[in-house]
């Protein structure tokens, strides 16, 4: 069956940095267009990065564009976000997403605090 399993997350200081990985299996991840979406406390959804099947294109929400960078390993079948200067705001539990069918991992908690 399908599964994302996100992984790096943890606690960190403002300015610092992180890279989470997501670990995909049970589909062709090779031909998947990919996402990061985030979720606060209290909050909903919000959408971070969407990346193409070949990392041909790459987007970013306003909020972290030029700190954060969306990579993937076809190879390896693994998604992977740089999180460069990291803010309080930042703080939230990250998902994977495969675009086609919404699908998401469990999520890794990120804490931005000193």
């Known amino acids: 069956q399908v599964q994302l399993v996100e992984s790096g997350g943890g606690l960190v200081q403002p300015g610092g940095s992180l890279r989470l990985s997501c670990a995909a299996s049970g589909f062709v991840f090779s031909l998947a267009t990919m996402s990061w979406v985030r979720q606060s406390p209290g909050k909903g959804l919000e959408w971070v990065s969407e990346i193409t099947y070949n990392s041909a294109r790459i987007t970013y929400a306003d909020s972290v564009k030029g700190r954060f960078t969306t990579s993937r390993d076809n190879a390896k079948n693994t998604l992977y976000l740089q999180m460069n200067s990291l803010e309080p705001e930042d703080t939230a539990v990250y998902y994977c997403?495969?675009?086609?069918?919404?699908?998401r991992g469990q999520g890794t908690q990120v804490t931005v605090s000193s």
């Open positions: 997403v495969r675009k086609s069918t919404g699908t």
